[in-house]
């Protein structure tokens, strides 16, 4: 334990009580006897003296007044230590900065080697995160010390939500891979988010790289996104009638897609590949679909076949439920393997309706296509008139703007959109050529409809999302913060001495624990899914939010700094060396 419930309530109280000033203070043991020094921040008399010898500078936020001097002084001569040292930063995460780290060194070595440094970020005077760093006497760097060290708490408000959720909710969850099932332990609650951070309910803070599995591009609540929410709210919350915002949404998505020259919104990812693949079924009267292993597009029955994700982590390649008949219909092929697809079509091609594909897969972990994968499925699917369906559930507006299609320069016959599109709130979206598209109803024979679809806050969310996202300019930055991330987790894995293979695309990746190279679902199942599991409660103690299985991707968002790609590396280094 770093600090005691009461320590870590007055500090929050002070550091609240001082905004917008930085505060300060110190926490002092002798033996088993602690002394909390608060101390005063006399910036503001110091510079009203003298504003030259004191400027108000980001680095000079700060001086203590010499009275708190002379009382840490003489507990010192007492024989206290200090044991805790902890500053606040105003309208700024909880990162121990470059200057904290500085000020904390005197000639390089630390001023008070076994000290805990805790940093407390303070928004509109509420504070939203603390942190807690040690001096790592080995590696001659300050490292994050555990958050669960700093809140003494145990996780029991998350334990008691998970027994009341466990009695109404099937595994006490809302979708099966929350429920922790692959890597042990219990799911945290989660309170509230904010950028790169999201909270549990126990109050204790991670920096996530789940990011609602996709969609939050952006980060957790940016003010854009929430202002458009807000604003489409109060006019109302849906019509079950058409809007501007809905042909403004669609627009928005055909100028980044051109090949979706008509689109259907609708409220999932699984909506939009249930949809997208009955008109294929539809428009080409042909009843077979393929798909890759590992690749998962929703739970609709045809397409909970040798599916990753859930699927994929607790080893049922099909859903009991889906009648057999069904799936009879859709042929599965491994991943990355065009002569399989070639020799398929070549036998059963004028049967077969659509092929669907994650062009970057991302549901049995990152895998990306190979090259000439995505245009050789589009040359075949042509050849035998089937068409190609591309689901960038994940990858749209991910990858890129207008998604792995724009990257890899091929174009399908139909596409799927999901969670970006939505902001975080329910969307999705299948649309494509206009002479396939035109089977759907009203247009034409195929069914297809949506209480909610096309919902005017989900629309607003979106719509706010893919405008902060269209001068592309955010992709550079996806790409340096996604590289930076995986340099940091390579380094971890190189020190810790274990088989990594890590696949990334831009801001998704997933590091596999094996030794790869990992090109299909099958490489993928050779990763050490026990050793992720301790790794993943290694992060999770050490404040970062990973995905509970290792077979999903990570998401760089663009909240997230250099700093906490740094602090997850640090982390993650920590987490490989006791995993190994
Ligand atoms: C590639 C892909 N397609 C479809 C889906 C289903 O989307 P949803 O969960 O919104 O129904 C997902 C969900 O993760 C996905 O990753």
Same mark, same amino acid.
């Given at each position: ?11 929050? /109280? +002070? ?19 602690? %002394?909390? &020094? ?21 680095? $000079? ?12 002084? @003489? ?19 909880? !990162? ?6 500085? +000020? ?13 440094? &805790?940093? &407390? ?14 001096? $790592? ?50 799911? =945290? ?16 803070? !991670?920096?996530?790289? &789940? ?16 202002? *458009? ?18 042909? /403004? ?31 294929? @079924?539809? *428009?080409?009267? %042909? ?17 909970? #076949? ?13 859903? =009991? ?14 991943? $990355? ?70 990257? !890899?320069?091929? =174009? ?17 979206? !299948? ?16 069914? +297809? ?37 995986? @340099? ?15 696949? %990334? ?12 190279? #990992? %090109? ?23 404040? #970062?939010?990973?995905?509970?299985? +290792?077979?999903?991707?990570?998401? #760089? ?24």
């Amino acid at each position: 334990m770093l600090i005691t419930r009461e320590e870590l309530a007055a500090i929050k /109280e +002070q550091a609240a009580a001082e905004y917008p000033n930085e505060c300060c203070g110190v926490i002092l043991a002798r033996g088993a006897e602690r %002394r909390h &020094v608060p101390c005063r921040n006399v910036q503001d008399q110091m510079h009203a003296r003298d504003p030259i010898t004191f400027p108000r500078t980001a680095r $000079n936020a700060y001086y203590m007044d010499p009275i708190d001097a002379l009382r840490l002084n @003489r507990l010192a001569d007492e024989g206290f230590a200090f044991a805790v040292i902890y500053h606040s930063h105003p309208n700024a995460g909880a !990162y121990f900065s470059e200057t904290d780290r500085g +000020q904390a060194l005197i000639k390089g070595e630390p001023a008070y080697p076994g000290a805990v440094y &805790v940093v &407390v970020s303070v928004v509109g005077r509420e504070v939203k995160a603390l942190a807690a760093y040690r001096w $790592n006497a080995e590696r001659r760097v300050f490292d994050r010390a555990d958050t669960g060290d700093l809140d003494p708490a145990e996780p029991a408000v998350s334990r008691r939500l998970l027994a009341a959720a466990e009695r109404r909710i099937p595994g006490g969850v809302n979708s099966p891979v929350r429920a922790f099932r692959s890597v042990g332990g219990e799911p =945290r609650f989660v309170a509230r988010a904010e950028g790169a951070r999201l909270w549990d309910a126990d109050g204790r803070a !991670y920096l996530d790289f &789940v990011g609602s599995w996709g969609p939050l591009v952006l980060g957790h609540a940016p003010r854009a996104v929430v202002e *458009a929410v807000t604003a489409a709210a109060a006019g109302g919350t849906s019509y079950g009638a058409p809007t501007r915002q809905e042909v /403004e949404l669609a627009e928005a998505i055909a100028t980044a897609y051109p090949s979706m020259e008509l689109v259907r919104l609708v409220s999932s990812g699984t909506e939009a590949a249930m949809s997208a693949i009955r008109v294929a @079924r539809g *428009a080409t009267g %042909r009843d077979l679909l393929v798909k890759f292993d590992g690749c998962y597009h929703g739970h609709a029955d045809s397409l909970l #076949v040798k599916a990753g994700s859930g699927g994929a982590t607790f080893g049922i390649p099909d859903s =009991r439920g889906v009648p057999s008949a069904l799936a009879a219909l859709t042929l599965t092929l491994p991943f $990355n393997d065009l002569e399989a697809v070639r020799a398929l079509f070549g036998a059963r091609g004028s049967e077969i309706a659509a092929l669907i594909v994650e062009p970057v897969a991302g549901n049995m972990g990152v895998v990306a296509p190979a090259p000439g994968f995505l245009a050789g499925l589009r040359e075949v699917t042509a050849q035998h008139g089937a068409l190609l369906i591309f689901d960038e559930v994940i990858t749209g507006f991910r990858v890129a703007y207008g998604g792995a299609q724009e990257l !890899y320069g091929v =174009r399908p016959d139909l596409t799927c959109l999901g969670k970006i599109i939505g902001g975080g709130l329910p969307v999705g979206a !299948y649309g494509g050529r206009r002479d396939v598209m035109d089977h759907v109803a009203p247009l034409g024979g195929v069914y +297809q409809a949506g209480t909610l679809s096309g919902n005017p806050l989900a629309v607003a969310a979106g719509l706010a999302t893919l405008r902060a996202l269209e001068d592309r300019k955010a992709y550079a930055r996806l790409e340096a913060l996604g590289a930076r991330l995986e @340099r940091g987790l390579r380094d971890a894995a190189d020190k810790a001495g274990i088989p990594f293979a890590l696949n %990334r695309v831009g801001s998704m990746l997933t590091g596999f624990f094996c030794a790869g190279p #990992v %090109r299909d679902y099958a490489d993928a199942k050779t990763a050490d899914t026990a050793r992720y599991a301790r790794f993943y409660h290694g992060m999770l103690d050490r404040g #970062v939010y990973l995905a509970p299985s +290792q077979f999903e991707a990570a998401f #760089v968002s663009l909240a997230h700094g250099e700093d906490d790609l740094d602090h997850a590396a640090r982390a993650a280094a920590d987490a490989m060396a006791a995993a190994v």
